[in-house]
């Protein structure tokens, strides 16, 4: 699929056909390339291991942080509109070490909580 300007579908120039990846074990080839011609080693741009790294911030907020967050949650709940409840409601339930959901939660929180401030200012 062709893209052109203008965001979204059908809307940035193609790559070109060389960096198409065919063998989808080789991903990231442009990465790969960079790497290899950067002068890193072999083991280094050819690796096909993932390598993730996951935030703390999650095993935080769902372990020492854990009260600190369903306060936070748990007030902005009080007063939060129909439409951020679902969000907040879902940010008082523990997620696994990937999970962004309580995060996104407490952020929620926090501008609801700043919004309702600056109304009553």
């Given at each position: 699929?062709?893209?052109?300007?203008?965001?979204?579908?059908?809307?940035?120039?193609?790559?070109?056909?060389?960096?198409?990846?065919?063998?989808?074990?080789?991903?990231?080839?442009?990465?790969?390339?960079?790497?290899?011609?950067?002068?890193?080693?072999?083991?280094?741009w050819?690796?096909r291991?993932?390598?993730?790294?996951?935030?703390?911030?999650?095993t935080?907020?769902?372990?020492?942080?854990?009260?600190?967050?369903?306060?936070?949650?748990?007030t902005?709940?009080?007063?939060?509109?129909?439409?951020?409840?679902?969000?907040?409601?879902g940010?008082?339930?523990?997620?696994?070490?990937?999970?962004?959901?309580?995060?996104?939660a407490?952020?929620?929180?926090?501008?609801?909580?700043?919004?309702?401030?600056?109304?009553?200012?």
């Open positions: 699929m062709a893209l052109r300007r203008g965001g979204g579908r059908g809307s940035c120039p193609a790559d070109p056909a060389e960096y198409k990846i065919t063998d989808p074990a080789q991903g990231e080839r442009i990465l790969r390339d960079a790497a290899k011609a950067l002068g890193l080693p072999h083991e280094i050819a690796s291991d993932k390598l993730g790294f996951a935030s703390p911030i999650p935080w907020l769902n372990g020492q942080l854990a009260a600190w967050a369903n306060a936070q949650i748990t902005a709940l009080a007063d939060a509109p129909n439409a951020f409840r679902p969000l907040l409601e940010g008082l339930k523990p997620g696994g070490r990937f999970d962004r959901t309580r995060m996104q407490l952020m929620a929180a926090a501008w609801f909580s700043n919004e309702a401030s600056r109304a009553t200012a």
